[in-house]
């Protein structure tokens, strides 16, 4: 697929849900243009060449790399997360009986949300990211996905827009999340358990005992908890796997890995779903 047609693959699909966003500086609705889309304040944003709007009127600073997201792409690939896409796409069934618009807010690179639609392809899929690096990776994907670089505390969508907020191992902000969600939306946020990638914490450096606990009150003060339940598996590692895995996580930034390759990784995770109503 060329450039050219991701991005008039991109333009329908924004097109057909334009009534979703709205400006990030004014809050104004959104029309498309031939460029992108402009909103009635005439605020304009183009629609990059790979097929993704920059919705994000600040300056680009993130914590992220184009590295880290090739890792957790490659990661993805090796399906280490193939369990946990099938119990996030099992919630949403179960929560929406229809055709749902779903929000990733923290999207990366976008293989969670490319791994999700053939399982739900009735769903409107929305990411949602900071970091231009993650979306312009994003846009590899060929599903028929909505990618915006944008901000977390700003989001570009229009209030009562949105059936479910995917969150998963990412920063929230649940003023945002209500604000976008219809009456009676939900929230699927994923956390890491004490024992999530256990075996690269045991060969680190200075390496402490993790606790969700904190974060999942914090989803508490916010929302009334519908489910809360705890998915812990573990999946073989071979040398090319081991090396994503350890690129792909911010807990070996600046600091020492030792000791021999383990023979398997420990996926421990807590899925809390909750809403306003």
Known sequence: MDVQSKKEIAKGLFAEHIAVFCCPICGGKFTVTEAGVRCNGNHAFDLARKGYLNLFAGRQSTYYDKTLFTARRDVFAAGVYDLLIEEIASLIKELVDSAPLVLDAGCGEGSLLARIHPLIPQAGLVGVDISRDGIRLATVHSEPIMWCVADLARLP????????????????NYNEFQRVLKPGGAVIKVLPGPGYLQEIRERLEGSAAY?????AAKFAENLKVGRRFQLSYEVGVNGALWEALIKMTPLSSRREISGPRPGKITVDLE?????WT
Not at 271 to 275: H, K, N, P, T, V
């Open 157 to 172: 969508l229009c209030s009562g827009s949105l059936d479910v907020i995917v969150n998963v191992l990412a920063p929230a």
């Open 211 to 215: 606790s969700n606990e904190d974060v």
């Open 271 to 275: 899925i809390i779903q909750g809403s």
